[in-house]
């Protein structure tokens, strides 16, 4: 067990090399996994990358004292212990953090140190995944081990066949919920994306929503100029913009992958616009 000091003392814990490299990591780790998280959960998810600033990517901030931060900085009414320990098992479950426990040196246990780990873009969690029950943080009185299971109405049987009917209602409402929160890879992109933008996204982001969400920003872009433009053209600028962006985000350059890869595109769609020539408009 770690004897605690303070967070300066735990550098080489890091996996980034500064915090603009710590915040781009985050921010693609959201944009796959924001939906998991309540909104409670989400507030005290950020609230805790804001103590990992220091040392990027570790904090050995209190839960008090993440939630005291949550309340003055975030949400007026706070958040309860329980939500932070929700949260924090939906983090270690998806790859992006892990927990170490300290001790002080008269060893009594002490505040944990969180520690964020590189987020691989395909938002996987490891087949061999435990939760490790020596560095989890102590569960709080009267908290429940598990997810309660949702508890339906109680219907009076009519007849058979309503009774089947629900049945199968009830079954297809909890298939579907089973879907939502799968993760689906490249495989499941929409065949409105182009299969060759596709191979390109996937390397980097294998997630059909993202990938699907990259191509939603061409679009966009390209409404009211797509009569003058090929569709060949603006899949080739809409791959090179892409690279551009992924370039920049590797050195660390990028805060919002998705509004910088816009931002590329619609350059390079207006200068390309802006070089037709006249004889097209007319």
């Known amino acids: 067990m770690l004897i605690t000091a303070t967070v300066e003392n735990f550098t080489k814990y890091s996996n980034f090399r500064n915090l603009r490299d710590f915040n781009n990591?985050?921010?693609?780790?959201l944009a796959c996994h924001k939906d998991k998280f309540t909104k409670s959960e989400f507030t005290v998810f950020r609230r805790?990358?804001?103590?990992a600033a220091k040392v990027p990517g570790v904090a050995n901030a209190s839960i008090r004292k993440i939630l005291l931060g949550t309340q003055m900085k975030d949400f007026k009414l706070g958040?309860?212990?329980s939500t932070?320990?929700?949260m924090k098992r939906k983090a270690i479950k998806l790859g992006i953090l892990e927990v170490h426990s300290t001790m002080r040196k008269n060893e009594s246990q002490s505040s944990n140190l969180?520690?964020?780990k590189r987020f691989d873009g395909k938002g996987e969690t490891p087949v061999n995944y435990q939760e490790n029950k020596s560095v989890d943080t102590p569960r709080t009185k009267g908290e429940q081990l598990q997810k309660a299971t949702r508890q339906g109405k109680v219907f009076k049987r009519l007849t058979s066949l309503k009774t089947t009917n629900l049945y199968f209602k009830t079954n297809n409402l909890n298939?579907?919920?089973r879907i939502e929160t799968t993760l689906l890879n490249h495989t499941y992109t929409a065949d409105y994306v182009p299969k060759e933008f596709v191979q390109v996204v996937r390397h980097f982001f294998d997630n059909a929503k993202v990938i699907e969400e990259y191509w939603r920003m061409v679009k966009i872009d390209t409404y009211s100029v797509k009569r003058w433009i090929d569709e060949r053209t603006i899949l080739f600028t809409a791959i090179h913009s892409?690279?551009?962006m992924i370039g920049k985000l590797k050195k660390g350059m990028v805060k919002n992958p998705i509004a910088?890869?816009?931002g590329v595109f619609h350059k390079q769609i207006d200068k390309i616009y802006n070089d037709l020539p006249m004889e097209i408009f007319e």
């Not at 990591?25 to 780790?29: A, D, L, S």
């Open 25 to 29: 990591n985050i921010e693609m780790f």
């Open 114 to 116: 969180w520690v964020f």
């Open 79 to 81: 958040v309860s212990e």
């Open 48 to 51: 805790l990358t804001k103590f």
């Open 242 to 244: 892409f690279k551009q």
């Open 175 to 177: 298939n579907n919920k």
């Open 260 to 262: 910088y890869f816009k």
């Open 84 to 86: 932070f320990h929700r």
